[in-house]
């Protein structure tokens, strides 16, 4: 059985565990604080960063790009359609829009939510910065109307077909929802492509994610929200 380094609020590594639980594929997970820059983790990943795939077959695959081309190259079931669409201009877009995801949206919102509310808990005397907060809300926002616009255009994310594009926007925004940084009444078509998307039976498992005296916000598991 494979295993999966990650954190449980680490939206690369909550992409991952979507796809595992997409194509049926049981998964061990180690949880690791990748902050904390334990040797076990430099090792593998001098970056210090998650997710990290471990097979006893082969070499381990070491960051988000690698790791979700591994799980679909080994793992995707031949009896169901894969995260990858085969049409090239459906791929096409699939990429640009993980690429704002997992790249401007991460840099320019997640990671910086992640930073104040997780990372500094295991600093002492650390408190979160609200300046620092405000631009990561008010840059949600401004995704945000891109998400509605790209909904109220097409049924998913990169088009016709729910893609990889899907999970990884809905990874960065379990994420966010866990800490209570979206208000989805004003979320628009964004909210209700979400309402989908979480409640496929592979969300259950990001759903009953707890983190140690940080209980999630309220309405993260329901799925009428």
Not at 65 to 94: K, N, T, Y
Not at 172 to 191: C, F, K, P, Q, V
Request: glycine fraction near 4%; hydrophobic fraction near 45%; aromatic fraction near 10%.
């Amino acid at each position: 059985m494979p295993t999966l380094l990650h954190h449980p609020l680490d939206p690369s590594s909550r992409l991952a565990r979507l796809m595992f639980a997409e194509y049926g594929i049981p998964v061990d997970l180690e949880e690791i604080k990748p902050w904390l820059r334990e040797p076990q983790l430099l090792e593998l990943n001098p970056a210090a960063t998650l997710p990290i795939l471990l097979d006893t077959k082969i070499a381990p695959a070491v960051g988000c790009l690698a790791v979700v081309h591994a799980i679909e190259e080994r793992f995707a079931p031949a009896a169901i359609d894969g995260l990858f669409p085969a049409d090239i201009g459906l791929r096409s877009e699939m990429w640009r829009l993980i690429e704002w995801v997992i790249f401007k949206l991460n840099d320019e919102v997640t990671r910086y939510v992640l930073e104040e509310k997780i990372i500094k808990r295991d600093s002492r005397g650390a408190t979160p910065e609200p300046a620092v907060l405000r631009v990561a809300k008010t840059n949600l926002h401004e995704h945000m109307l891109y998400f509605n616009w790209l909904f109220a255009t097409r049924p998913w994310l990169a088009g016709d077909t729910m893609t990889l594009a899907d999970f990884a926007l809905a990874a960065h925004l379990s994420t966010l929802d866990y800490l209570g940084d979206i208000d989805w009444g004003n979320a628009g078509e964004t909210r209700d492509w979400y309402s989908r998307i979480k409640s496929r039976p592979a969300f259950r498992t990001l759903l009953n994610d707890r983190v140690v005296a940080m209980p999630p916000h309220k309405g993260y598991a329901d799925l009428d929200f």
